[in-house]
C-alpha cells in the first residue's frame, strides 16, 4: 500500500523509524507502524546525496516549503566537510563575499559552536574570523563531527515539522523513469537490507560519484574530453573517459610526545613504502616521502613535517596544512598536542578509478587507498626524517575517534571527480581559465582578459584555482590559474531530463573546469540554486529548463536567488 510520509524520519543506528499518516490528509492522526520492505514514502523533492551540495538543495527547498526526503550513504551528513574529512578549501575573500548568505551562516555558526561548547582563550573567543585549527589551507578548519553537529541543528526544525524525512545510511539501488522523468527511487538500509520506494516530482543527485546518473538513464559523461572536443588549452590531444583524479581516505592524528603509539605494520607496507609513481610526467622519487611534483611545474619541490608546528625553514610543514585543532586556541591543558587531517599528495590513491566501478572493484580500491593512508603513517612514526637526524615520531597518535568509524579512517573517500551530466550548456576552459582567457583575447575575441566569461544565466558564483591532482591513467598534477566565475544555470540542467537536476561535481563542467568548481563553497552554491530552482519551478508549474529558456522568468528566478542572498556575480 502507498503511503505518504507526514512526520518525518531520520535513521539512528541503522533502524528507521517512521512515524506516517494513513491517507493523504495529514491531519488523520499519525501512528507508528513496522518497516515494510517496499514502504513508499513521498514528498515534493528527493534529494539523493547529504553531502554540502545535498544539505545546500535541502534547505533552500525546506525554509521555502518544499518538503524533502534526504537519502545519505553514510551515518553523518556533510559529505566533503565530515564523512570524508575534509576542512573546507575556499577563496581567499570568502569573509567578506564570494558565497551564499546561507553559507556564511553555516560557517559562522560553526565559529559560535566552539565559542559555546569548547574552553577557548579568552583571546580566541574574542576573534569575530576564529580558526579552531590555524590551518593553513582555508580561514575556517574545523573537526568533522563540528560540521554534523552544525548542519543537524540547522535541519533540525523542518525535522520536527515532518517537512524533512532524512534516512541516514541509505542508498540508492534503482529508479523507475518514464520517457525523461524519473518517478522513483528505490532505497536500500545498508544495515536492515529493508528497501523503500521513494516518490517525488522532482529529484537531485547529490551524490558523490553521481549515482543516479546512469540508473536514470540521464546522458553523462566521464574523465577526460580531448582538445578537439572542447578545444581547451589543457586538454590532452586523446580523451579518455576512465581517466579521473585520484581519491583520498583521509585520517586524523595528534602528536603525544614522549609516547609510543606505533601501529601495527600494514599489510602492504613495504608495497607503499618502495611504491614510485609511473606517470607519463615523473613524480619526484617515491610517494612515501617529503617530495613531491610542484603541481604548478612539474618539477621537484620538497615538503616539510613537524608534528609540533615547528616551521621548517621555506618548507610548508604538513603538519599545518589541514591542522584543525590548534592547542595554542584552548585552555592550556585541553590538548596535548594539535590534531591534523592527513589528505596530502602522499595519500592520494590513482590506482584504480571508482566511477562505474563494480562493488567488489570499488570495495578493492577504497581498502588499498585505507592501506596507503595507513602505510603513509606508520611512515611518519618509524622513518620519516627528523631535523635532529633521526628517523620517526613514534608520539604521533592515530586519532581514530575524530572520523567516527571502527578503523579510524573516513568514513567515505574524498572524492574529487564524478560523473558529469551532458548539459544544456558545458562550462569549459575558455570560460574560466586565465591563460585560455588572454590567449582568447589576443586572438581578437571580444572579452576582458582579466574576468571569467559572464553569463546571463547565472545562479551563482565561486572561485578556486584550477587544481586536478593525479590521474588513474597517469596524469600528473594539471594546476594553474582561473578567475572569479559565476555558476551558469545551464550546467545545472541536463539535455533531456525534465525532473533531475545535479547537485555535486556532476554539473555541467569539463574534465578541466570540473578543477574549480568542485571545492565546499561551490558545491554548497549549487545545491542552493538547484533547492531554490526547484521551488521557482513548482511556483510557476513548469519544467527547469523552461526558466532557463523564458527571459522573464529567467530574471524572475534570478532575483528570487538574490532575495535569498545568493550573489550572482563578483563584487570588483
Known sequence: MKRRNFLGSITL???????????????????????????????????????????????????????????????????????????????????????????????????????????LTEEARSRKNLNPGDGAVSRLCHEPRVAVAVLTEMLAPYLSTGKLTLLLEHKAISAKVVGSRVQSLVVLNKKTKNRYTLSAPYFVDATELGDLLPMTGTEFVT??????????????????????????????????????????????????????????????????????????????????FHPEGIATGDKLNLWNYRRMISKANFVPGTYKGDITIVNWPQNDYFLGNLIGASEKDFEKHVARAKQLSLSLLYWLQTEAPRPDGGKGWPGIRFRKDIMGTEDGLAKYPYVRESRRIKAVFTIKEEHVGAANREMAVANGAPCPKDKSAEFHDSVGVGYYHIDLHPSSAGDNYIDFASLPFQIPLGALIPIRMENLLPANKNIGTTHITNGCYRLHPVEWSIGEAVGLLVKFAFGKGVAPRRVREKSEMLKGFQEFLKGEGVELEWKR
Open 13 to 119: 543506528g541503522g533502524a528507521l523509524v517512521n512515524n506516517i499518516s494513513e491517507g493523504p490528509d495529514a491531519n488523520s492522526g499519525p501512528f507508528l507502524r513496522e518497516n515494510r520492505s517496499r514502504e513508499t514514502l513521498t514528498a515534493d523533492l528527493v534529494i539523493a546525496g547529504g553531502g554540502l551540495g545535498g544539505c545546500a538543495a535541502a534547505l533552500a527547498a525546506l525554509r521555502n516549503g518544499v518538503s524533502v526526503i534526504l537519502t545519505e550513504e553514510t551515518d553523518w551528513i556533510g559529505g566533503q566537510v565530515s564523512q570524508q574529512g575534509v576542512p573546507p578549501d575556499e577563496h581567499q575573500w570568502i569573509e567578506t563575499h564570494g558565497c551564499t548568505k546561507v553559507y556564511r551562516e553555516f560557517r559562522n555558526n560553526v565559529r559560535e559552536y566552539y565559542k559555546k561548547h569548547y574552553p
Open 223 to 304: 574523465g577526460t574530453e580531448s582538445k578537439a572536443e572542447t578545444n581547451e588549452l589543457h586538454a590532452p590531444e586523446k580523451g579518455n573517459a576512465d581517466n579521473v583524479q585520484s581519491f583520498t581516505v583521509c585520517f586524523a592524528m595528534d602528536y603525544q610526545p614522549g609516547d609510543n603509539h606505533v601501529i601495527e605494520k600494514p599489510a602492504e607496507y613495504e608495497f607503499w613504502k618502495n611504491y614510485v609513481p609511473k606517470m607519463a610526467k615523473p613524480w619526484s622519487g617515491k610517494l612515501l616521502g617529503l617530495s613531491y611534483s610542484n603541481p604548478k611545474t612539474l618539477e621537484p619541490k620538497e615538503l616539510g
